[in-house]
C-alpha cells in the first residue's frame, strides 16, 4: 500500500492550496480516509475524515473541504484562508471504514506527509 501526498508549498496567510493524495495498492474506494497535520513540535492533528459523510476539526471548518475521486483513487484537501499557525506536515490515512473516527490509531495507512509553509 501506497498513499503519497502532494500539492504541498509556501502560501501566504489567507491564501489557498489544494493537496492531493494518489492511493496505490488498496481497494480506495472501501476506506474511509483522512487528513492529519502535525506542526513542529506538536503532536498530531485531525484535520478532515471522509467515508459515508464528511467531518471536519474544529480549526478547519468551514474552510477546509476534503473530497475524493475513487476513479482516479485519489484524495484532496482544499484549503482556504490558510493561517501561519497551520504551518505543518500534511499527511493521508486510510482506514478500514468503522464509520467517524478522528484517532491516529484507527488509521491503517499512512503518506510520508507533504510539507506547507504559511508566511508571508
Known amino acids: 500500500v501506497q498513499l503519497v501526498e502532494s500539492g504541498g508549498g509556501l502560501v501566504q496567510p489567507g491564501g489557498s492550496l489544494t493537496l492531493s493524495c494518489a492511493a496505490s495498492g488498496l481497494p480506495f474506494s472501501k476506506y ?12 498530531r492533528e485531525f484535520v478532515a475524515w471522509i467515508g459515508f459523510s464528511t467531518y471536519y476539526g474544529h480549526a478547519v471548518r468551514g474552510r477546509f473541504t476534503i473530497s475524493r475521486d475513487n476513479a482516479k483513487n485519489a ?5 482556504n484562508n ?3 499557525e497551520e504551518s505543518a506536515t500534511y499527511s493521508c490515512a486510510a482506514s478500514s471504514p468503522m464509520g467517524l473516527t478522528t ?18
Do not use: N
Open 32 to 43: 474511509d480516509m483522512a487528513w492529519f497535520r502535525q506542526a513542529p513540535g506538536k503532536g
Open 82 to 84: 490558510v493561517q501561519s
Open 103 to 120: 484517532q491516529e490509531k484507527d488509521y491503517d495507512y499512512w503518506g510520508q506527509g507533504t510539507q506547507i509553509t504559511v508566511s508571508a
Open 75 to 79: 484524495l484532496y484537501l482544499q484549503m
